[in-house]
């Protein structure tokens, strides 16, 4: 059999594994829990991320050692109320001494970078994106006090909220519930209560 023969049947097979190499190693890599650990000092600042979302620490109350971690939403609750634009952070300080703190002290802000569909799901009144935290107490995921600000470099800006509590933070636009569109509509009125 001639030599270009061989070459070209090699070729013909080894393309279809390459292509599906470099269509797999990406979505394979996106799958697992990423982690970054930072060794925090006292009147810093940090910004600490993985892929789009972060951690922003203005002027550090902390000695000890921040661990991000960053992963998807779970797969097996595809009918959630939230759908999860970008992966979770979680995020945990520790002391010197190895044991977690269980305050916050300062300011330490989570946010997210924002794509074009992301942004627009923000413009949108009815899509209620918001940054979300999962409330370890009450059970389930609370809607944080979030502002948008502009950002160098990205058009659509960024998502953030101010960090209370050391728990999961999600980006997410959730379905307008029936009360919301009563709201909107103006058949029902929200009052405060006391």
Known sequence: MPKSKIIFRIALFALPVVVFLFNAIPVFAFQGVERREVELFFDRDYDISIGNGGIFIDDSKYRGTLVLRSEKFPEDRPGSWHKFTQRILDFQIYREDGKPFLWMYGIVRVYFNLDKIQYDKWKDEEANMSIWYFDHLAGGWRKCLTRWQPQ?????????????????????????????KMIKLGTVTVTPTP
């Open 152 to 180: 160098a470099g990205n058009p659509y800006g960024r998502l953030w909220c101010v960090a209370d509590r050391y728990t999961r933070y999600g980006l997410a636009w959730t379905q307008p519930t029936m009360l919301m």
